[in-house]
């Protein structure tokens, strides 16, 4: 009798390995703000901290270097809510008459 036949359904009775499937982590983006000569520091501070969860500190700190530098992050996620983070503040900007603009980069 040859190895596999140990068994009446041909198997060898050893024990069946599942496949594992390993799932990639979602991509990772980048949400940018850029600086405009418009848009007044303190509604900036607000973006900060209503749409990304920034404390004042922080948001102030990312406020500066958006100002100074022309560009800076307000925050990393996946495509879906970078996207959805971009839409809300480009809406709420318009709302309030400034011109802010915000991009997403992958990571």
Excluded: W
Excluded at 73 to 83: P, Q, S
């Amino acid at each position: 009798m040859s190895a596999n036949k140990d068994k009446p359904d041909g198997t060898d009775g050893g024990l069946a390995l599942a496949e594992r499937t390993q799932t990639k982590k979602p991509a990772l983006y980048r949400v940018i703000m850029l600086n405009d000569d418009y848009t007044p520091m303190e509604f900036v501070v607000l973006i900060l901290q209503r749409f990304f969860g920034h404390n004042t500190q922080t948001a102030q700190k990312i406020m500066l270097h958006v100002h100074q530098k022309g560009v800076g992050v307000c925050g990393v996620y996946t495509y879906e809510v970078a996207e959805t983070k971009i839409n809300q503040v480009m809406t709420f900007a318009r709302q309030n008459e400034h011109p802010l603009q915000l991009q997403m980069e992958k990571e």
